[in-house]
């Protein structure tokens, strides 16, 4: 008989889940938090204790922080567009973020029309004094932006064979069938950017499962709900694959789901797509299910307001270094609200994480906010669960204003927490299920029949 247990690996920004399953039955699951925990060892733990069940396949998205996205950080890439379209990149809503530096920029004179005929053929001696040039600088990684060369890549294969010849790695726009030039370069751009980061992640993701899954069998979810091992063209759709692929569970029951996670609080609309991601770079090709962040985060701050009333503030603090009854946390959070709530203290991947002194800390700025607002004779009680309250109106009313279908479904670790403002909307229902994003992974995969 065929084995039928299957993993499921969903690694966000600061938390990544495992799920073994049996069909639908779950055999196993953990969350762990990878500013504590190391994403490899954790997820090797995990399959060690149960690799004598024979898994026999795995499915995996991989989420990449925005914050590594910039080149700073991830490593210069070159750029060599047709001439004349060097700033393209920088083009249509564009807040000002480069994807690299400008001494990086190369333009060459070529140019193939619209019909895919070749206007002005490309010079060989062009991309060898840019491969020279590249040398020199120690870079190794080139983007090649070709006008119309979705239509004739005839330039674009030169090109790229002669870079590679010098042992430049070569990246090209993924073939598609959107004509805009300007997101697809933007999406080879930041693939290019990520690359290494991407290729260290999956490498420890294959370790920590070699002795109990083969790597042929290890798959990637994309954010259009693909199945891939070879990830060279989604690499940036791997910041949307969970949770397109927790709406795909519900595309044929009518109803929009909003997932509470510890990282993100975000309406998916199953029956709806989004070509583009509005990045901090601009409008980036991607396909994936129409989604909306909340205005209300897990980790977004709290701050008195100019009427000297609490509110939570637009800044969003992040789980490195975490909220202030972690310990290293340095301001007060939307999740230290409840970092007494049993629910919370005893959710995976948070259990044990709270100490005694983040929480007097919590308590100490919390009461020093007090002591500067209007109403100085609040109690700590008090502005607590008042700002609950606020979070949790914050939530469901948004959820009911730009839900697409009648129905929602409540998913997430978060989900049972904030249940009691939904109990007076009929059409809401809580999926009591942990661990929906790895379920919703290894879901889409086993629909991929690969």
């Not at 090797?44 to 922080?65: C, D, M, N, P, Y």
């Not at 090209?172 to 690359?195: F, M, Y």
């Not at 979810?221 to 693909?226: C, L, Q, W």
């Not at 910041?239 to 044929?252: V, W």
Request: proline share 2%; with cysteine; glycine share 6%.
């Amino acid at each position: 008989m065929q084995n039928s247990f299957m993993l499921g690996v969903s690694v966000g920004e600061s938390f990544a889940e495992y799920i073994l399953l049996d069909g639908i039955n779950t055999v196993a699951a953990k969350r762990a938090y990878l500013s504590r925990e190391n994403l490899k060892n954790s997820l090797q733990q995990f399959v060690s204790a149960h690799k004598e069940k024979g898994i026999a396949k795995a499915f995996v998205s991989l989420r990449i922080s925005e914050k590594l996205m910039d080149y700073k950080l991830s490593g210069a890439v070159a750029h060599v567009t047709t001439e004349g379209f060097e700033n393209w990149l920088e083009l249509r809503g564009c807040s000002g973020a480069a994807l690299t530096s400008s001494e990086l920029h190369f333009s060459v004179r070529e140019r193939i029309l619209a019909s895919g005929q070749i206007l002005h053929a490309l010079a060989q001696e062009e991309i060898e004094a840019i491969a020279a040039k590249l040398q020199l600088m120690e870079i190794k990684k080139v983007c090649l932006h070709f006008l119309h060369a979705n239509i004739n890549p005839a330039h674009e294969k030169q090109a790229q064979e002669l870079f590679q010849a010098k042992g430049i790695e070569v990246f090209t726009p993924e073939k598609t069938e959107n004509q805009d030039e300007v997101t697809r370069w933007r999406k080879n751009a930041l693939n290019a950017t990520i690359s290494s980061l991407f290729q260290d992640l999956k490498k420890d993701l294959l370790e920590g499962m070699k002795d109990a899954v083969p790597e042929s069998q290890v798959y990637f979810v994309g954010s259009a709900g693909e199945v891939f091992q070879d990830e060279t063209n989604k690499r940036v759709g791997s910041l949307f694959a969970s949770y397109s692929a927790l709406g795909f569970q519900y595309q044929n029951s009518k109803m929009d789901v909003l997932h509470l996670g510890l990282e993100d609080f975000v309406l998916i609309s199953p029956d709806s797509w989004s070509e583009n991601w509005e990045s901090p770079w601009g409008k980036v090709e991607n396909k994936s299910l129409q989604m909306r962040q909340l205005s209300i985060q897990p980790t977004m701050g709290i701050k008195l307001n100019s009427f000297k009333h609490f509110d939570f503030h637009r800044n969003l603090e992040g789980w490195e270094p975490g909220p202030m009854s972690f310990g290293r946390g340095q301001k007060t959070t939307l999740m230290d609200l409840w970092t007494e709530n049993a629910k919370v203290t005893k959710m995976a991947g948070l259990q044990d994480r709270m100490v005694a002194a983040g929480i007097q800390k919590f308590k100490t700025a919390l009461l020093t906010m007090v002591k500067s607002s209007y109403d100085r004779n609040l109690e700590i009680s008090t502005v607590i669960k008042e700002l609950q309250s606020l979070g949790m109106q914050k939530v469901v009313m948004e959820s009911l204003l730009h839900r697409q279908n009648k129905k929602i479904k409540v998913t997430g670790p978060l989900a049972e927490l904030f249940a009691n403002g939904f109990k007076k909307d009929p059409n809401a229902s809580i999926d009591d299920q942990d661990f929906a994003e790895a379920r919703a992974v290894v879901a889409v995969g086993l629909k991929a029949k690969v």
